[in-house]
């Protein structure tokens, strides 16, 4: 199948994906399950149809508000359905046109995760242990299935050396400054060290660079804009999976573009 046929798919199964996402990220900070009840309104606990459960596309039916008692519903829902699809596309694409398509099914899972994780620090500062905990081995279980799929198991040396040098260094960060670096942090580092070191170490280095320079660019900005101090603590979750996810898109690319303009220097 040519890549973008089954990156266009993949896309729209991820808009279903992204549907569950936004049942994650309101129901795992609550500690409430994830299959009981089924969909409804927070407001008045009516069941969402089928018809209104379609991705994005049932919000603007509805026109950002519950069938029966008319309260809002937040835009929230269908920007992470429409985000989560066009994550599973790009990724799709760019794997499967590397001649990476074994690999797809891990991306696919990490891109959900970091999605999720993203949008539940932002809100409510936390990384949660339930996420965060089952990410590294069901990541490096699929990646396993990729290397042995493309009879590369270098790939996967590399990769869990990468998750331990990460690992220590975030370990290390919290230890030296722990207003700095939240456990949540520490506990995500691993599996984003493992997914980007299985591609290559300049995926790594540009992975997080990438994160430390937006959280940067980030904390600046919220000291010009809204006037925070110094001392204010910003959520790093949604940098550290910002970066990494760009990573897996262009950190080889760029990786690769640095190395030729340092050595032809």
Partial sequence: MHPLVAASLVGLLGLLAGSFAGVVIYRIPRRESLVRPGSHCPACAAPVSP???IPVVGWLL???RCRRCRARIPVRYPAVEAVMGALWFLITLRLAGAGLAWAVPA?????FICLVLAVIDAT????PNRITY?????????????SVGLGDLGRLGRAVGAAA????????LALIAPRGMGLGDVKLAPTLGLALGWLSWGSVAVGFL??????????VGGMLVFGLSRKSL?????????GALLSVLVGGDVADWYTRTLIGT
């Fill in 234 to 242: 910003l959520p790093f979750g949604p940098w550290l999976v910002t």
């Fill in 134 to 146: 089952p990410a590294f081995p069901l990541v490096g279980g699929l990646l396993l299935g990729a």
């Fill in 107 to 111: 991306y696919l899972v990490l891109a």
């Fill in 210 to 219: 990438a994160a430390f320079l937006l959280g940067g660019l980030a904390g």
């Fill in 62 to 64: 509805l026109g950002g």
């Fill in 124 to 127: 409510t500062g936390l990384l």
């Fill in 165 to 172: 040098a990460v690992g220590g260094f975030f370990l290390l």
């Fill in 51 to 53: 018809r209104d459960n």
